[in-house]
């Protein structure tokens, strides 16, 4: 019952914080862009790690090249994901010339670069994502990215329980959820990223190690990995 109290606590205030940013941003605080992929899950037949070049592996290497771009967190899951980017300056002059703060038109063309960079390398029919942004302060990051850390384990398990048959996974308690889902033998191609994916200007860190103030890498970014210029995206917006 705490947690849940807990839970729509950070719920309530993260989305004041977007209404009351809801038509400028400020340029002086932190812009989380969050993306969200619509009907994902009633779409597609496995959003899970499993083979290459599908919606996990896209996700991956689309987060390590926005968050390299912007030198900023990012963290994602399931079908979703945030980044949370410091300099506000940085965003903002790859989106406009005119130092345009406003939420809708950063968001449509951060929406723009990311569906093409994603549909890019995701083998697949095209993915189209809803995108929304606003400003959070700087010492609140930390409980974005735990609030957003258990949204994620709530909606893998929910449809990894889906996937394998089970009715109503969305309404099951989540400590029942975890652990339903461990006794699946397949239960390993959700377990590294049921809790969501923190990466760090392109590397994968620790996310337990981040919440307790420090940056542990386990991956760094592949610095052979191609990606195309998002300054090819302009041309044809």
Known sequence: MEEKIL????FNYFNNMRNKYNMRLSANKPIII????KDASKKYINILKGNK??????????S?????RYNCLSIWGTDEISFIIEDADMLINTINNEKNYRTHDIASVFSQYFFEYFNNIYEGENVY??????????????????FKSRGILKGITSFF????????AYGIKLEEKIEMCKKYKTYSLIE???NGVLQYKGDKIDL??????????????????????????????
Not at 7 to 10: I, L, N, S, T
Not at 211 to 223: D, M, P
Request: charged share 35%; aromatic share 18%.
């Open 34 to 37: 969050f993306l969200d992929a």
């Open 161 to 168: 329980l889906k996937q394998n048959g089970v009715r109503g």
């Open 7 to 10: 839970e729509r606590k950070w």
């Open 208 to 237: 337990k190690e981040y919440l307790k103030g420090n940056i542990v890498v386990l991956e760094r970014k592949n610095e052979n990995v191609e990606f195309f210029d998002l300054i090819e995206f302009d041309k044809s917006i």
């Open 64 to 68: 390590k090249y926005f968050s390299t």
């Open 53 to 62: 070049n599908g919606f996990f592996d896209a996700m991956e290497l689309t």
């Open 192 to 194: 590294e990223y049921q």
């Open 129 to 146: 994502w809803h995108c929304k942004c606003f400003n959070i302060s700087k010492e609140k990051i930390e409980a974005y990215i735990k």
